[in-house]
């Protein structure tokens, strides 16, 4: 049985919206969509895995286009990717994209490429992969310029719960908090976002490499109202882009670029790990940005090697299996994880972190004594980065820093989150 055989774009138009408005632009009637879809589809946007089993022609346009198709109308929709295994006879023939409305509406714009009597399965939705495509960018690259020649300008590409003009609330690890996911450009990249909301004064939260912003929810919680805590998903990070570097100096432009998209200054800044240092290197080169660090278990003299991540699995058939199959490192990385069309797997690239920590190895003593700014420095004293002697050091030679230890490892936040909040809702009650 075929999904969404009944459905088309006008008829959808009934149930959806007669028209789309994308920025700066004229509405679009939903006809016009799936017309400048249709006429950008080429051989050079067919999939390589379809064109194995019969070469791309303009008598069957839909051939190989389904992925990358699904992706452009997500762009300007939103809602969710749906995905699901074809079939002809007993013989498995890769897999069908399509998707689900915000209101529950599916359309299947490339449905008509099958016709040797293929199956398609029962559906599931899936996660848009973060960041730039694992697999056929180029294409959907192309496939999206070619629509935006005949449409103009598209709205930016989705992450997998919204940008800021697609508000979508994002209930954050089954808690009762639900926090805001948006994004913004800065240098031809998308970053991604939570914002925790409420009426409190902004707080500036970055997580550590295998991190993502999602990371602080308990913390967001335990701070309201009083604190409104705003994190970032860092370059290559959870829903944002891959960058062609990790350079520290990029790392600060994203935070600066960050602030100055959410209009804001002389904030609270909390780091975690290599949100540590860059916090406090934001500090140090933007001090207009930041009035007071909360650094979370990281040092000055940072060495270290990662390269052990290389090592560990690409995916797993569950979250279960790709856990154990991490090893000691699973616990410590059980925000970083996602589910994909293929599986289980880790929301970074392992080599784009082995990449940046060797960005970021070196003496950073100038930068976190540039300020003296008031400071907390959170340390968990059975932690294997930050050694307590160098913790005492940083404390003792920095004006205004507190130092607290407590009795856990590298991530206090997630080892020990009430202690932690704890301590931090003490010290931001000084400032």
Partial sequence: MTPR???DIPRAATKAASKVTAKAATP?????IEQALRASWAADTCSPDDV???PWTGENPAWGQCDITALVVHDIFGGDLLFAEVRLGAEQHGYHWWNRLPGGVEIDLTHDQFRRGQQVGEPRAVRRPPGRLPRRAEEYELLRSRVAERLGPLPLSQPAYGTDTDRAREPERGSDAEAVRGAF???GRRLSYLDFGGPGQPLLALHGHFGQARTFTRLARDLAPKWRVIA???RGHGYSDRPADFSREGYIEDAAGFLGHLGLRDVVVL???LGGLNAYQLAARRPDLVRALIIEDMGTEIAGDLSFCLSWPHRAPTRAALLEGLGDAGPYLTDGLSEYADGWGLTVHPEDMVMSNE????DHWADWLARDCPALLVHGTRSDILAADHAKAMASRRPHTRLVQLPTGHMVHESAPAGFAAVVGAFLETI
């Fill in 5 to 7: 055989d009944d459905i």
């Fill in 28 to 32: 679009w009637v939903l006809t016009d």
């Fill in 52 to 54: 194995e089993r019969a």
């Fill in 185 to 187: 450009e800065i240098v």
């Fill in 232 to 234: 970032l998903d860092q």
């Fill in 271 to 273: 780091g975690h790990s």
């Fill in 359 to 362: 960005q970021h190895k070196g």
